[in-house]
């Protein structure tokens, strides 16, 4: 008896030594900017904050294993218009952005950024949020699981080529499933940059060079910069001036082209300001102001 005690005692240490370590993906901070609210009861505002930090952190969102160090840094900042308590509907904008780290580099980058100009969605103090990603029903838990499967699908797309696949259809899905939602957003064809708008160009056949490049620019690229910083360079022009014109030339209509050039702006400048042949400078700033000519005034420092 005391030998099955004894080894039931040794199985249960075993299994607890190597079992899978189970981390979270994502390491997320939520801020609730209520400036332009007045005369409401701020605890809601709070409660909402705290209910959405742990809904996006303590979710297992995938069935990878991240270490705590792997945990992907992002940003939710929701900026509250106007909140109706009757029928406790927030109207808001949001932007969410993720970083990555650069191997071999104290330098982290950004790669997710988005403004959700209409980020809507019904609240109540003191709701438990729960998700189920084959009954999509609630419009807060759509709007956060479909930017939580975006972060971790694009940050997979900067870690091996097209990697982020199954967690994109994710997202798509949300946005499909969404569709009978009475909150602005998520309607196919009301806007072509709105969040359906958004995944149905990124998982298309047509953006495949869009979702390349992420793997060239960061992992050929960025990573190696430490190590051989003209060759690096080198693959963040070829890679731009090929995969990014022809994301473009595919979908003319699609925003995610300019979307990136904006989310890596001041990051292009410093890599090439002062730094490569003036035939390679010219090359990017040609193809970067026929893709985002509101931004030409910083473009030109790249000719520097």
């Known amino acids: 008896m005391l030998f099955l005690r004894i080894v039931s005692l040794i199985l249960v240490i075993f299994s607890l030594n190597f079992s899978p370590i189970i981390a979270q993906e994502l390491n997320a901070t939520v801020e609730i900017n209520t400036q332009k609210i007045e005369g409401t009861n701020k605890s809601i505002f709070e409660n909402l904050k705290t209910t959405l930090t742990e809904f996006i952190n303590d979710r297992q969102w995938t069935e990878y294993q991240f270490k705590p160090n792997e945990r992907i840094k992002c940003s939710f900042t929701i900026i509250v218009n106007k909140y109706t308590e009757v029928n406790s509907l927030f109207e808001c904008e949001a932007y969410i952005q993720s970083t990555r780290p650069v191997f071999n580099s104290a330098y982290t980058t950004t790669s997710f950024q988005l403004h959700d100009k209409k980020f809507y969605f019904n609240f109540q103090e003191f709701d438990q949020l729960n998700y189920d990603d084959e009954h999509i029903t609630n419009t807060l838990t759509a709007l956060i699981a479909y930017y939580c499967y975006l972060i971790i699908g694009v940050d997979m797309d900067t870690m091996s080529p097209l990697g982020g696949k199954d967690l994109l259809q994710k997202a798509m899905n949300i ?79 699609s925003k995610l082209p300019q979307y990136w050039t904006e989310a890596k702006r ?19 700033y040609d193809l970067l102001v026929s893709l985002n000519a509101a931004q030409s005034t910083f473009w030109k420092d790249i000719l520097k």
């Open 266 to 284: 001041d990051e292009l400048v410093g890599i090439f300001k002062g730094q490569g042949t003036q035939q390679q400078k010219q090359k990017l």
């Open 175 to 253: 946005a499909d499933n969404a569709q009978n939602m009475e909150v602005a957003g998520w309607k196919a064809l009301e806007d072509l940059s709105n969040r359906y708008g958004i995944i149905n160009d990124l998982v298309s056949e047509g953006m495949a060079p869009l979702r390349q490049l992420q793997y060239d620019y960061y992992r050929k690229g960025l990573d190696q910069m430490a190590t051989d910083p003209e060759n690096s360079r080198n693959v963040i022009l070829e890679t731009i001036v090929k995969n990014l014109y022809s994301a473009h030339n595919n979908k003319p209509l």
